[in-house]
């Protein structure tokens, strides 16, 4: 069964507007992770955020964790074309194993 | 390019057939995972190694599915007698210690 919840499964934006995708998850983690993948593709890491963190950022990517309310988001900035893809979260329970979530569908509009 | 291969890319097979993936991690990482994704759906964990040890399996794998990592660098997985729904891809994974997981471009398997 899966761990995480990602909310909305699927977004579409204009180019240049910001993307938040949100991850619900229902145990204590030792981390959460959060990848892309293209359609078809392997997935690409993005940022990992640990349980004594509140926020981090790379690039424009901007992530929050909430360890009360077992939560996460992805706030992507100012968003391209080329970040069309599936967005997941995935947390660490023990020992580096990963549950994701189902996904976000983020469609970014030229 | 994350550094970690996997081979074949992509597997075609018949109901019934055996086959074998490999996995190649990053080097100097002492684990490695295997995961399945079916369409529309994230991965699902199967097993992990660290170092040459099987630490974990998922209730997700029967009896069919069997993996190795014999000199602690690559590892095969093998399904025997396969199934219209084992088709999936299978990722791999690799990692030092618990930190970030580094995902393989995954074998596409498709079962007739």
């Known amino acids: 069964s899966q761990q995480g919840e990602e909310d909305p499964q699927a977004l579409s934006i204009q180019e240049g507007e910001n993307a938040t995708m949100n991850c619900s998850y229902k145990t204590s983690i030792n981390n959460l992770q959060w990848y892309r993948q293209n359609s078809g593709r392997g997935l690409v890491h993005l940022i990992l955020?640990?349980?004594?963190?509140r926020e981090k950022h790379s690039g424009r990517l901007r992530v929050t964790l909430d360890t009360s309310k077992k939560s996460s988001s992805l706030l992507i900035t100012a968003s391209r074309a080329a970040d069309t893809a599936s967005y997941f979260c995935a947390t660490d329970l023990s020992a580096g194993k990963l549950i994701f979530g189902q996904g976000t569908e983020l469609s970014v509009k030229p | 390019d994350t550094g970690v291969s996997q081979d074949p890319r992509h597997k075609i097979t018949k109901r019934g057939q055996n086959v074998t993936f490999r996995c190649d991690p990053i080097s100097e990482h002492n684990r490695l995972y295997w995961y399945r994704q079916t369409l529309g759906q994230g991965p699902e964990f199967l097993t992990y190694f660290q170092n040459e040890a099987q630490l974990e399996k998922s209730r997700l794998l029967s009896d069919r599915f069997s993996a190795e990592r014999p000199k602690g660098s690559f590892s095969t997985l093998e399904i025997q007698r396969t199934e219209q729904g084992d088709s999936a891809m299978y990722l791999c994974?690799?990692?030092?210690?618990?930190?970030?997981?580094?995902f393989g471009p995954g074998t596409r398997l498709t079962v007739l």
């Open positions: 994974a690799s990692s030092f210690w618990g930190d970030t997981q580094y």
């Open positions: 955020i640990r349980s004594n963190e």
